[in-house]
Nanobody, 121 residues
Framework: QVQVVESGGGLAQPGGSLRLSCVAQ????????MGWYRQAPGKQSELVAA???????NYLDALKGRFTISRDNATNTAYLQKNNLKPGGTAGYYC???????????????WGRGTQVTDSS
């Protein structure tokens, strides 16, 4: 069984920075893609950023240059660094990991319960 837990949310000041963390624990052989999604009230979920086990990254175009995703494979942790924050709304940030638990190449999606962030970035 795998658990994914996000942390680091809260109230973010305009122009400031915020760092979110996502740690996966349990029976893990390898995590392939680790991604951050966000969902504002009444809106669809959207991919913010993702990173592969090989270090490739992908970002929502509107956030390129201000957000940075990184990961620590030794601790199965993904980070989302948010800089130059803009004022505005609230959204839940969720982590999705592609986890292979047995080393057989079967990948299961594991989602965390999210962490709430109040800003608009």
């Amino acid at each position: 069984q795998v658990q994914v837990v996000e942390s680091g949310g809260g109230l973010a000041q305009p122009g400031g920075s915020l760092r979110l963390s996502c740690v996966a624990q349990g029976d893990i052989f390898i995590i392939y893609t680790m991604g951050w999604y966000r969902q504002a009230p009444g809106k669809q979920s959207e991919l913010v950023a993702a990173t592969t086990s090989g270090g490739q990254t992908n970002y929502l175009d509107a956030l390129k240059g201000r957000f940075t995703i990184s990961r620590d494979n030794a601790t199965n942790t993904a980070y989302l660094q948010k800089n130059n924050l803009k004022p505005g709304g609230t959204a839940g940030y969720y982590c999705r990991d592609g986890v292979d638990t047995g080393g057989w190449g079967t990948v299961d999606e594991q989602w965390g319960r999210g962490t709430q962030v109040t800003d608009s970035s």
